[in-house]
């Protein structure tokens, strides 16, 4: 069965700085996977995702993740973070009939 | 930009009580989606729906939860005696259906339902 870790619960980065958020995920085949943020009290906003191809996405806001197959990582990144990139951050990875599993999240608090 | 919405936005109910709560998905997708989130946890998958039957359904899933697409254009989810536990946020997703469903999941802004 697939899972999802995020090993950081809680990241405290200054705004300006460059953010690095970890995904490491567990599945028997080629991942479908994805990142989603969630400010507080809204939905789930997706952020990139990957599918096939290149390695490296892009995604909206700024962010970008790199899939390395050989360390079953997902990381998703950001240069340089804005006050507004404050929220809480899900790894998922797509399973049968859309059954997504989330990491646990991990809560970025952006100080300035 | 078509979004998925949900009512309502906020739900208290008292325990036993049934509860349905809506979804209105992207109008061209063909799978729906309900997760819920407990305060303070992970996002969990409920059910997925496809071609107006469950599709796939997890643990939590029993015989208090029902999905319904009732019309063209809702979803709904009903819990029959609702429990303390079942207090969290609700979140609606539909999908295009490429993929047998492995697709990007667009969410709704949730329903937090509090049981009292």
């Known amino acids: 069965a697939q899972s999802v870790t995020q090993p950081d619960i809680h990241i405290t980065v200054s705004e300006g700085a460059s953010l690095e958020l970890r995904c490491n995920y567990s599945?028997?085949?080629?991942?479908?996977l994805f990142w989603y943020v969630q400010s507080p009290g809204q939905g789930l906003q997706l952020l990139l995702k990957?599918?096939?191809?290149?390695?490296l996405v892009q995604g909206i806001k700024g962010f970008e993740a790199e899939f390395k197959r050989s360390q079953s990582s997902f990381n998703l990144r950001k240069p340089s973070v804005h006050w507004s990139d404050a929220a809480e951050y899900f790894c998922?990875?797509?399973?049968?009939?859309?059954?997504?599993?989330f990491g646990a999240g991990t809560q970025v608090v952006v100080t300035p | 930009e078509p979004e998925v919405t949900q009512t309502p936005s906020h739900q208290v109910t008292q325990m036993g009580q049934e509860v349905i709560l809506r979804c209105v998905p992207i109008?061209?997708?063909?799978?729906f989606y309900w997760y819920r989130q407990i305060l303070g946890q992970k996002v969990e998958f409920l059910v997925s729906?496809?071609?107006?039957?469950?599709?796939?359904k997890s643990e939590i899933f029993d015989d208090q939860f029902s999905v319904e697409r009732p019309d063209g254009s809702n979803f709904t989810l009903k819990i029959r005696s609702t429990k303390l536990e079942d207090s969290a946020m609700y979140f609606c997703?539909?999908?295009?259906?490429?993929?047998?469903?492995?697709?990007?999941?667009?969410f709704g802004p949730g329903t937090r339902l509090t049981v009292l």
């Open positions: 599945y028997g085949a080629t991942p479908y």
């Open positions: 729906f496809y071609n107006n039957e469950i599709s796939e």
């Open positions: 109008s061209n997708h063909l799978y």
């Open positions: 998922a990875v797509g399973g049968s009939w859309g059954k997504f599993q």
């Open positions: 990957y599918f096939s191809g290149d390695t």
């Open positions: 997703a539909s999908s295009e259906g490429l993929a047998g469903g492995l697709d990007t999941q667009y």
